[in-house]
Antibody, heavy 118, light 110 residues
Framework: QVQLKESGPGLVQPSETLSLTCTVS????????VSWVRQPSGKGPEWMGR???????AYNSALKSRLSISRDTSKNQVFLKMNSLQTDDTGTYYC????????????WGQGVMVTVSS | DIVLTQSPALAVSLEQRATISCKTS??????????MHWYQQKPGQQPKLLIY???NLASGIPARFSGSGSGTDFTLTIDPVEADDIATYYC?????????FGGGTKLELK
């Protein structure tokens, strides 16, 4: 069955870089796209960016200068790197399967809580 | 960016109908498809897809959930509401980048 699982550090120092990994199973990264979505506690989700099935990327313009998404198809992994973290980057980070055409998120990982604090 | 506006909360009685609205700052329809999707999120859990493309029920979702609307006005209906439906509901558009979500409507029991 389709599964996505995020991994990475739970605590990041201000101004440091966040590195997260999304490991997928049950589908191929060369057939489906994956998006990263984050959610501050008590607020609505925010779309961060997308790794297309063909290797192309799309980013939220609000984060584009700090964000990079890449992948390793041989390991079924998608990576997120975001630099210059601040306290308002604190929240839960999800990777999602992003359906082609209409771009809705039909499967979500369990999420990883990231706290930016010294 | 396309802004999605939802009422923060809605109080409903069990076995009654709940109607949750989402209004967008721009038309999210294109070539007959509404690029509007709905998710349910319970505390401590990830969001779950309920409705895609305005009115299509996602796999495994009970038929008491339905979606309607077009253009800039969309509705998620739950009829009848069951205890397990108490959660926060989000709308999301994919007509344009960046993909954006509403602020969520928390469904509460009267």
């Amino acid at each position: 069955q389709v599964q996505l699982k995020e991994s990475g550090p739970g605590l990041v120092q201000p101004s440091e870089t966040l590195s997260l990994t999304c490991t997928v199973s049950g589908f191929s990264l060369t057939s489906y796209s994956v998006s990263w979505v984050r959610q501050p506690s008590g607020k609505g989700p925010e779309w961060m960016g997308r790794m297309w099935y063909d290797g192309d990327t799309a980013y939220n313009s609000a984060l584009k200068s700090r964000l990079s998404i890449s992948r390793d198809t041989s390991k079924n992994q998608v990576f997120l790197k975001m630099n210059s973290l601040q306290t308002d980057d604190t929240g839960t980070y999800y990777c999602t399967r992003d359906r082609e055409g209409s771009s809705y998120f039909d499967y979500w990982g369990q999420g990883v809580m990231v706290t930016v604090s010294s | 960016d396309i802004v999605l506006t939802q009422s923060p909360a809605l109080a409903v009685s069990l076995e009654q109908r709940a109607t949750i609205s989402c209004k967008t700052s721009q038309n999210v329809d294109n070539y007959g498809i509404s690029y509007m999707h709905w998710y349910q999120q319970k505390p401590g859990q990830q969001p779950k897809l309920l409705i895609y493309e305005g009115s299509n029920l996602a796999s495994g979702i009970p038929a008491r959930f339905s979606g309607s609307g077009s253009g800039t006005d969309f509705t998620l209906t739950i009829d009848p509401v069951e205890a397990d439906d108490i959660a926060t509901y989000y709308c999301q558009q994919s007509k344009d980048y960046p993909r954006t979500f509403g602020g969520g409507t928390k469904l509460e029991l009267k």
